[in-house]
């Protein structure tokens, strides 16, 4: 079984920084996805970015970006000049390959963007 | 293009009803899926459904079960409700294709009073 770890249950950043969360995952397929969501106090889970573990590049998306390493089952995410909207609990979150739905999600990371 | 809609919002039970949930998927995805949050046990996946089938399940007990019609809304039901019950349940979406982002809804916060 898969399984994903967050081992930052908190962080803190101050606006406009650059800060980065890490994440792990175990699993023994060559084919996957991952992902990192964004739970606001509003409890929506907001897609921030999704890798695709046979592209060797890495994912970005505006602020956003990944550091994908495939050997060392790593996925962090940084988050550049961090703006307080950004405050939000962080999901990794990982998906096998083939017609696999399934999502396994990490505890999550606080972020906290003070100002 | 309208995203994933869950009713209720919000709803209080007690221990030993029932309760139903309903999810609208986002226009044309097939596949829906369950997950339960909790702060104790994060969130977990209860079942995933394509096509009125279910494909995939959790490790939850049999008091959790789903069904999902032909225009793929969904529901999912707890019977015999429990304290341990009360949690946001999240409705996701996604289209068809390995690895296709899966879209939430914002939650049924279910309170087992």
């Known amino acids: 079984a898969q399984t994903v770890t967050q081992s930052q249950p908190e962080m803190s950043v101050q606006e406009a920084e650059t800060v980065t969360l890490s994440c792990t995952y175990d699993t023994s397929e060559n084919n996957y996805y991952l992902f990192w969501y964004k739970q606001p106090p509003s409890r929506q889970m907001i897609l921030v970015i999704r890798q695709e573990a046979y592209k060797q590049q890495n994912a970005t998306e505006n602020r956003f970006s990944v550091n994908f390493q495939k050997a060392a089952k790593s996925f962090s995410l940084k988050i550049s000049d961090s703006q307080l909207g950004d405050t939000a609990m962080y999901f990794c979150a990982f998906m096998g390959g083939g017609s696999n739905y399934k999502l396994t999600f990490g505890k999550g990371t606080l972020l906290t963007v003070n100002p | 293009k309208a995203g994933v809609t869950q009713t209720p919002r919000y709803l209080i039970k007690t221990r030993g009803q029932q309760v139903t949930l309903s999810c609208s998927p986002i226009?044309?995805?097939?596949?829906v899926s369950w997950y339960q949050q909790t702060p104790g046990q994060g969130l977990q996946f209860l079942f995933e459904y394509f096509s009125e089938t279910q494909r995939n399940k959790g490790n939850f007990p049999g008091r959790f079960s789903g069904r999902q019609f032909s225009n793929s809304r969904s529901e999912m039901n707890v019977s015999t409700l429990e304290l341990g019950d009360s949690a946001l349940y999240l409705c996701?979406?996604?289209?068809?294709?390995?690895?296709?982002?899966?879209?939430f809804g914002e939650g049924s916060w279910l309170t087992v009073v």
């Open positions: 226009s044309g995805h097939r596949s």
């Open positions: 996701a979406s996604s289209s068809t294709g390995p690895g296709n982002t899966i879209y």
